[in-house]
Each structure stands twice: as structure tokens, then as C-alpha cells.
């Protein structure tokens, strides 16, 4: 991978048919995850009973399409950690629909439906057993799934590991042997043994060096290819998957407010808050910090979510109407939803500020 | 995807970070060395008793009360005229047999109880919580001291008394370890990869937070042996006349001023045993942790 450039890459390296005519693989409806943090005796008295309640998730509309990267982009707090939990199984939305090719995922999954949906960890010092060699740790998966039969089990894991390129002498290594971007690499065989179809990478460069982060991220270009993985890649940061994905879904608040081909995204962005996230890549080239408008202030508190349009105390194009009316998202061209009432004007308004 | 020329350096820099990140090889750590050696000789010493001992531990020989080192009795006889190397010798069995035993009884109780409590939460582990909060309310020794003499002395009650009042401690350090590990990724990713909640707990919690258990086990034997010796010194330990340190230094301090070896080198020999098994645990952590290992 190069260093982000000022212009996206134009065109989508495979699939660049309409991949509208598969049913998608994964589709989440009207998701929703909240908290009732428990409240202390004092600030109940005081209260009169009101609970505290965290919207981490609120009507989250999103579907994965076979055999794309599909990248998720928020700022910290955003929710996207959690919808990605949610949709490994490993937290339960308190509201909504979740699809595996069309089918209603059961809440409680049994063995062979999680097996389907497999993860990559943000941090691969967490992620990995340390006391497991990489050999024993992918086995153990082989053996329970039956992926193999038992006298296959050290070639598929050799096998394993060559796909995620690293070599075969790993196999009776220690995780504390490797550094951060092998490890990371074990942590996508790991996720890869069990013949998943859909991978689920929860900021998986962001804790490795600057100078491994690319690598990584061509590995999973690579596996894409190869396996015909459906990939949602979370990120909190557009640059990082600005060659990777297909398509990106941004997410604010709880809520996705875009879905739009990586391409027309950067090129024609219809949420100001995209918009922002875009000026906010560093680039190269001095004359165009003039026309980037920048954020003011933090992400609202997800207990106290504004009225109207959730990101209009921050937004430079709120009207009256977006303190009033809670956007729904639309679509507002071909492939490209956008959840803004002023979508369509956004364009003309983006230049006419400069 | 990689060139020939980068993959070809990816591996180059794998096998160089598989070799400089070797494990140091567990022989080369000195406090676990120093641990083997001292508790290794003590244990032979406690294994080949009846053939190290010049004496039958127990013998008197009322006509040769309170010797002196001689050659015939190095370490001079007791006040009953028996000779007091032998009874150091029969005595690291005992103490050493019921300091062992001693821990492994609630090692084994309190662990179970609190890698389950830890690992389910909820109810289980507030009850579970009360009652071990109550047992710390107590202090170690008025507690095991009231229960050896509900019992009545002897090896076994010494044991079920350790035990009842000692699990707490294993059942805390490893409930506190289960809700550490429980929350990493690894156990979420086993989860994933459809493991069952006991293959979790026992393949993947169990081995990264038995160690702080096992360590503490090592520190709870010399707190075990010392307990003996302090019930046997207050004349609720082993019942006479079994050869047994914390009775020895009892029966000492009578002569202090005239035979100080009858109390000294028995005490000695419970500092010796408390620091092989100090190093132990010391030398065991640095082995039983893969990744503070440098």
C-alpha cells in the first residue's frame, strides 16, 4: 500500500459489477443496544427514578454484501465496536433484526453459527492465549469443528499459516515470540481455521506500527480475493481504509448516517459529518487546509442524545428544521444512502463556503 | 500481495524474532535453582529419614539427659536423653508432609470455587463472596487455633483446620485472576470459535490464573509450616512424642541458657525450609508467566 493520496483511487479493484443481485450475506435492521447503567441511591433520590440509559446503538441499518470489504468509520464512542460484537453474538442487541443470507440469526448461537462469523481483535496482546502455542490454539479449533480429519490437522495449520504469511516454524512458538503484526496474523488464521464467511476486523491495525499496519491491511485485500471473505472492516479513520473497502458505511452516534461506494464517498460525500471526517486526512499538499472544515467540540453523550438530527450542534449546515427532525437514512443517489435532510444541497453548499 | 523479495525478508525477520524471543530455559533462573536445591534436600532428607537418622527419634535414654554435641549425639540429646539429630531429621517429614498437604486440600477447594464464582458471576459469586469475607473477618491463627481444638490435636484436625480457614485466600487470588482473564479477547474469541463455558474455563482461564494460586501456594506452605510449629510450640500441634520442629523449639527454650542448640537449630531449619520455599515461588512465578519472561 502507498500513502494515502489526495484523490481516491478511482474504480474498485475486483467486483466492480453491482453486487446487488446476491442476497447480502449479513443485514442488520432497526439494530438497537442500550445500557441501563445502574444509578446510585443519592442521584435516585435527587432524580426520582430516572435510570440512566446509554444508547450505544440506536436503528442501526446496515447489510454486508458477499465477497466485499465493507469498511465502518466512527469516531471513539461512536458504537461500532459494539455493533461489532453483536454481531459475532458476543453481546445481544436489546432491539432489531440481524439476517445471515436471508435467514434470521437465532439470538443464542449454537456451535456451527457462530463458527460462521469469525473476528479479528483490535489488540493482538489480548487476543491471543499466552499460553497456547499457535499449533495447539489452531488444533484445538480443527478438531472441534471436524474442519479436518485428525491426521490433517498439522498440514491445514501449516496451511493456515502460509495464508496469512507467516512461516511453519510458528506452529510451536508462544505468542510472546512474535511481535505485534505476527501476532495480529496468527489472530486471523486463528479466525480463518474454522472456514468462516464472513470476518468481522475490529480496528485490527490500529494498535500495530505505522510501518506493519500496511502489510496487514493488504492481507486482508489478499484473503478477500482468494477466500471470497465478506469483510467488515471497523475503522476509526477513513484514510486507513480508503484502499481496502468497497464500500463505506460512517457511523455517528449510534447510528449509520452514509453507506456510499468508497469512490463516491470521498468523491461526493452527502453528511457533513463524512465530509468532516474526509478533510480530517492529513494530506500531502499545502493549499488545501483552507478548504477543509474541521469539527468543533466532542461527540455528544450517547445518554443524552440531541433532538432532531444527532449531529446538529456540531454541524456548520444546521437549519432550523435539523433541530426538529430526525433524519432517516435515504437514499439520495444511486447506491449512496445518506441520513442529512440538506443531502442534496450539500454539494452546492460545500463549495460555496470556500 | 508481498513481492518474492519481501516475503522472502517477512520470513528472515520471523525466524530472527522466533530465535532473540526464545524462552530463557528454566534452568538458568537462579531463584528457582536456589528453590530446587534447598526444598530438593530437604525432601530427600525427609524421604531417606530412616536411614539418615543415627537414632530412633523417639528412643529416651533417661541416663543421658541433655547432652552436649558429642560424636555419638552431634546435635546432643533432650531432656528425655533423645538425640536431637534424628528427631530434626523425622521431624522435616512431618512438618513437611503436613505443610504440603495442608495447602494442596484448599488449593484445590478454594480454586475450583473461585474460578466458578468468578467465571458465572451473579449470585453464586455474592454468596460465595459473603462467606469468604467472612472468614478473612477472622485472623488466621485465633481461627485455626479454635477450630484444632474443636477437633482435638493431631495430624488430620491440624489439616481440616488449615483448610477450612486457608481455601478463602485461594478462592479470592483466583476469582480475581477468572475476572481479569474472562474479559480478554482470547476468551471471546474461544467463544467464537464455539467452545464450551467448562473447556474455557478449564483450557483457557485455568492455565493463566492458576499460577498466581500456585505461587501463593508456595508462600502458604511456610506459612503452614510455621502454623504447625506455632500450634506445636503452644502444645496444640502433634502430639508428643513425635519428632516435630515447632515441639523441638517448645522443648528447647527450657535450656536456652545452658543448650541453646535444643531450640536454635530447629528454628533454624523452619527458616531454611521458609526461604527454599520463598525462592520456589519466586522462581516458579518467573517460569509460570510467559509473558513477563524476557
Known amino acids: 500500500m ?116 469469525q473476528m479479528v481483535f483490535q489488540d493482538p496482546y489480548s487476543s491471543l492465549n499466552p499460553r497456547l502455542t499457535v499449533g495447539a490454539m489452531l488444533r484445538e479449533l480443527l478438531v472441534l469443528h471436524s474442519i479436518v480429519p485428525a491426521k490433517q490437522v498439522r498440514e491445514e495449520s501449516k496451511r493456515l499459516l502460509n495464508l496469512v504469511g507467516l512461516e511453519e516454524d510458528a506452529l510451536d512458538a508462544y505468542p510472546s515470540q512474535f511481535s505485534g503484526g505476527q501476532r495480529q496474523r496468527i489472530a486471523i488464521a486463528r479466525a480463518l481455521a474454522v472456514r468462516p464467511d464472513i470476518l468481522i476486523a475490529d480496528e485490527p491495525v490500529s494498535a500495530l506500527d505505522v510501518s506493519v499496519q500496511a502489510t496487514v491491511l493488504d492481507l486482508f485485500a489478499t484473503l478477500r480475493r482468494d477466500l471470497g471473505l465478506s469483510i467488515l472492516f471497523v475503522a476509526h479513520n477513513l484514510a486507513v481504509v480508503q484502499h481496502l473497502s468497497d464500500r463505506v458505511a ?54 443524552d442524545v440531541p433532538s432532531g438530527c444527532r449531529f446538529n450542534p456540531r454541524c456548520p449546515y444546521a437549519v432550523d428544521a435539523c433541530r426538529t427532525t430526525d433524519p432517516v437514512l435515504e437514499t439520495v443517489a444511486p447506491a449512496h444512502l445518506s441520513a442529512c435532510i440538506r443531502a442534496s444541497e450539500l454539494t452546492e453548499l460545500a463549495v460555496a463556503r470556500v | 500481495m508481498m513481492s518474492p523479495a519481501e516475503l522472502l525478508n517477512a520470513r528472515l525477520q520471523q525466524r530472527r524474532a522466533l530465535r532473540s524471543r526464545s524462552i530463557k530455559p528454566w534452568y538458568r533462573n537462579g531463584a528457582l535453582m536456589a528453590g530446587i536445591v534447598i526444598v530438593g534436600a530437604l525432601v530427600l532428607i525427609a524421604v531417606l529419614a530412616p536411614l539418615l537418622a543415627p537414632y530412633d527419634p523417639i528412643a529416651q535414654d533417661l541416663r543421658n539427659t541433655l547432652a552436649s554435641p558429642s560424636a555419638e549425639h552431634w546435635l546432643g540429646t533432650d531432656k528425655f536423653g533423645r538425640d536431637i539429630l534424628s528427631r530434626l531429621i523425622w521431624g522435616a517429614q512431618v512438618d513437611l508432609r503436613v505443610g504440603f498437604l495442608a495447602v494442596l486440600i484448599p488449593f484445590v477447594f478454594g480454586s475450583v470455587l473461585g474460578a466458578i464464582a468468578g467465571y458465572f458471576g451473579g449470585w453464586l459469586d455474592t454468596i460465595l463472596m459473603r462467606i469468604v469475607d467472612v472468614f478473612f473477618a477472622f485472623p488466621f491463627y485465633v481461627m485455626v487455633i479454635v477450630l484444632v481444638f474443636i477437633f482435638g490435636s493431631g495430624e488430620a484436625s491440624i489439616y481440616l483446620a488449615i483448610a477450612a480457614v486457608s481455601w478463602v485466600s485461594y478462592a479470592k487470588i483466583v476469582r480475581g485472576e477468572v475476572l481479569v482473564a474472562k474479559k480478554q479477547d482470547y476468551v471471546t474469541a474461544a467463544r467464537l470459535g464455539g467452545m464450551s463455558h467448562g473447556r474455557i474455563l478449564v483450557k483457557h482461564i485455568g492455565p493463566n490464573v492458576l499460577s498466581q494460586a500456585i505461587i501463593y501456594g508456595m508462600s502458604d506452605i511456610v506459612m503452614d509450616i510455621m502454623a504447625i510449629v506455632t500450634l506445636g510450640y503452644l502444645g496444640l500441634g502433634i502430639a508428643p512424642p513425635t519428632a516435630e520442629w515447632g515441639s523441638m523449639i517448645n522443648d528447647g527454650q527450657e535450656f536456652i541458657t545452658t543448650q541453646w542448640q535444643q531450640a536454635t537449630i530447629p528454628g533454624l531449619m523452619v527458616v531454611v525450609a521458609s526461604l527454599g520455599l520463598s525462592f520456589l515461588g519466586d522462581g516458579l512465578s518467573d517460569l509460570l508467566s510467559p509473558e513477563r519472561r524476557k
Open chain 1, 2 to 117: 502507498t500513502m494515502p493520496e489526495a484523490q481516491p483511487l478511482e474504480g474498485r479493484p475486483l467486483n466492480a459489477e453491482p453486487l446487488a443481485v446476491d442476497p447480502p450475506v449479513l443485514r442488520v435492521a432497526n439494530l438497537a443496544k442500550s445500557y441501563d447503567l445502574p444509578t446510585s441511591l443519592l442521584s435516585r433520590i435527587a432524580r426520582r427514578g430516572d435510570k440512566a440509559t446509554l444508547r450505544a446503538l440506536d436503528g442501526v441499518e446496515l447489510q454486508l454484501n458477499r465477497g466485499e470489504i465493507l469498511a465502518l468509520v466512527g469516531e471513539s464512542g461512536s458504537g461500532k465496536s459494539t455493533l461489532a460484537k453483536i454481531l459475532v453474538g458476543s453481546t445481544a442487541a436489546t432491539a432489531g433484526e440481524i439476517e445471515y443470507h436471508g435467514a434470521p440469526m437465532p439470538a443464542r448461537r449454537g456451535k456451527d453459527d457462530s463458527r460462521r462469523i
Open chain 1, 250 to 303: 460512517v457511523m455517528y452516534l449510534g447510528r449509520i448516517v452514509e453507506v456510499a461506494e468508497t469512490a463516491e464517498l470521498f468523491r461526493n460525500p452527502r453528511h457533513p459529518y463524512t465530509r468532516a471526517l474526509i478533510d480530517s486526512i492529513p494530506r500531502m499538499s499545502a493549499g488545501s487546509v483552507t478548504e477543509a472544515f474541521q469539527l468543533e467540540g466532542e461527540p455528544p453523550s450517547p445518554f
